[in-house]
């Protein structure tokens, strides 16, 4: 049964005798009335108004039509896209900050990713729209949208970026560190890249809440899918079925990137680069004396293998599979 | 300062319809997260995926875009309540979605032992549901339901988008007489902050007081 998969609090009943199918079945029919009488009054009340008549919704069967909405979502995904790039970089370096041995950065980045947590996109915007003009600072129409919300979400990712760091086991940098990297290699070599892989599915519904924050270009004029929808609608008067048309786009695009999240989410999604296996002994055996070629250029094989001769396989070992990555990149 | 001081009468009425909408819309949401979550679990199928559909309907819609439906163009179909109301049903039934999410993790969160024990006592699902799994899953996730009605009040900011006269629309209004945008809008961004840390502060306070220490 999928709802055991779906449905992850199905172990709150147990499956149900002859007397809970019943009660499943009632109850389900009750429901289904329910769903299906509010649908009706919807339905009802929209008709009764002749919302649903066909000439009334003909017009989106037009690709004119459609092609004035898809241009404006052409828009949004433009601002998602430089929001999404500007807001993840700014992330970074916010996140990097908060957790920066210098106290300094660390209030700064702090304070920063607190104010723009919890002041409204809307309340930036109009500051970028009615406030920074009155002083002389003007943007064009697509930066008044992009960067309050650029400014808003890099807190967001700075966070997201964040837990992701503090997530990773210590082992990680320790072990980076050991081998002789500088902190800052460390990080960005070896913990900002497994923090970013884990933390994906979060980054990814980010881009859903972001991508439905650009609908404020509605409110700066900035062409995207729901001004289309506002320009187009008080073109054709036809205000329901626009904004319905409006809202069925955005739940499409949304909806196939929260299922990515969610395909993303899944355990058992981790593909880790999984390691060469060693070869066999008896693989290794037969090409014992071809490496030996390779030597000059491995000193550290060489000096292995001189300094214990009795070792002598797990050396060949090593000098046969050494030579495997240098033939791929050559 | 001079300006807020100023309109300070204005600014106040504008936040109380701010607060109002917030606490209002916060309440709702709540009653309806939790019932959409009950559903979301229930044993019926139906309902089971009309849950599913309701969250991720308003999960992937932008709330601007619910709140133009509503406002400019349900009247057509001769749906019209005054504007806050219509706003603030509009924020409840959006805002319930992200709730029902949260408390859902958090019935996921409540140990099978408990929901086995409490049908070993012979509790209907009902029972057992209201008695033991809503209580503890609304206790696991108290922080992330104050992430939910932070994001909420926040969002109470795009009801001036539709014409609800609260603070942020008051703002921008006081900012057009005026022409002081710096000293304007900081002082109203602070007010936001104030609220989202008083509901942090809130969400603390609750948390330490329901915890389950296991």
Redesign the interface.
């Known amino acids: 049964m999928t ?1 055991a998969r779906t ?8 499956p ?1 005798g002859p007397r ?1 199918r019943r009660n ?1 079945r009632i ?2 029919t009750v ?2 009335l329910a ?1 299906l009488g509010v649908l009706a009054l919807g339905l009802w ?2 008709g ?2 002749g ?1 649903l008549d066909a000439d009334k919704w003909l017009p989106f069967t037009e690709w004119a039509i459609w092609e004035y909405l898809l241009v404006g979502l052409g828009g949004t995904l433009l601002a998602a896209a430089i929001v999404a790039v500007l807001g993840s970089l700014f992330g970074i370096v916010l996140a990097l900050g908060r957790l920066s041995r210098v106290r300094v950065v660390r209030w700064l980045s702090a304070g920063y990713i ?2 723009a ?7 930036l915007i ?2 970028m729209l ?3 003009p ?2 002389g600072i003007n943007f064009p129409t697509l930066w008044k949208l992009v960067i309050p919300l650029a400014v808003a979400n890099a807190a967001v990712f700075a966070e997201i970026v964040r837990a992701g760091i503090l997530s990773l086991p210590k082992g990680q940098s320790e072990a980076a560190l050991s081998l002789g990297l500088r902190p800052h290699q460390a990080m960005r070599l070896v913990v900002l890249p497994q923090a970013l892989r884990n933390v994906t599915p979060s980054l990814v519904s980010q881009l ?1 809440s972001l991508l ?2 650009t ?2 270009g ?2 700066v004029a900035y062409t995207e899918l ?1 001004y289309r ?2 320009v187009l ?1 008080a073109f054709n008067h036809l ?2 079925q ?3 048309v ?2 069925l786009i ?2 499409v695009v ?2 196939s990137l ?1 299922a990515l999240a969610f395909r993303l989410q899944k355990p058992g999604r981790k593909r880790m680069p999984i390691a060469q296996p060693v070869p066999t002994l008896a693989a290794t055996l037969p090409h014992a004396e071809y490496p030996l070629t390779h030597r000059e250029d491995h000193p550290a094989a060489a000096g292995h293998a001189a300094s214990d001769p009795a070792a002598s396989d797990p050396a060949a070992s090593d000098s046969a599979t050494a030579p495997t990555p240098k033939d791929r990149r050559a | 300062m001079d300006i807020l001081i100023e309109n300070l009468e204005l600014l106040l009425q504008a936040l109380g319809t701010t607060l109002m909408m917030a606490v209002v819309a916060g309440i709702g949401s709540l009653i309806l997260g939790v019932l959409v979550t009950v559903a ?9 995926a ?1 849950a599913f559909c309701y969250t ?2 308003f ?8 709140l ?2 509503a406002v ?3 009247p ?4 019209l309540l005054p504007l806050t109301p219509t706003a603030i049903i509009v924020l409840t039934v959006y805002e319930a979605a992200y709730v029902a999410e949260a408390v ?1 993790s958090g ?2 969160t409540v140990g ?1 032992g408990q ?1 086995e024990a409490s ?1 070993a006592l012979g509790l209907s ?1 009902g029972q ?2 209201r008695l033991v ?1 809503i209580p503890q899953a609304l206790r696991a996730v108290v922080q992330p339901l104050g992430n939910v009605m ?1 994001a909420l009040a ?5 009801a ?2 539709v014409g609800v006269v609260e603070l ?1 629309s008051r ?2 209004k006081v ?2 007489v005026h ?1 002081q ?2 000293e ?2 900081t002082g ?2 602070l007010v ?2 104030a ?3 008083a509901i942090g502060l809130a969400t603390g306070w609750v948390e330490r007081k329901v915890a389950i220490v296991r």
């Open positions: 709802a449905n992850p609090a199905s172990y709150l009943y147990e149900p809970g499943i109850g389900s429901s289904v769903l009340q929209f009764s108004h919302q607190e104010v947590r919890t002041v409204p996109v809307l309340l109009y500051l009615f406030g920074l009155q002083l859903v439905k924050d609908s404020l509605y409110i729901l929808g506002q609608s205000l329901i626009t904004f319905l409006v809202t955005y739940l949304n909806g929260s | 979301r679990v229930s044993p019926i199928p139906v309902l089971r009309a991720q309907f999960i992937n819609v932008p709330l601007l875009a619910l133009i439906l400019f163009a349900l057509d179909a001769g749906l859902r019935v996921n099978v929901i049908r699902l057992s549901l799994v932070i926040m969002n109470t900011a795009l001036a988008a942020t703002v921008n900012n057009l022409a945008p710096i304007i809008f109203a961004g936001y902050m609220i989202a840390l």
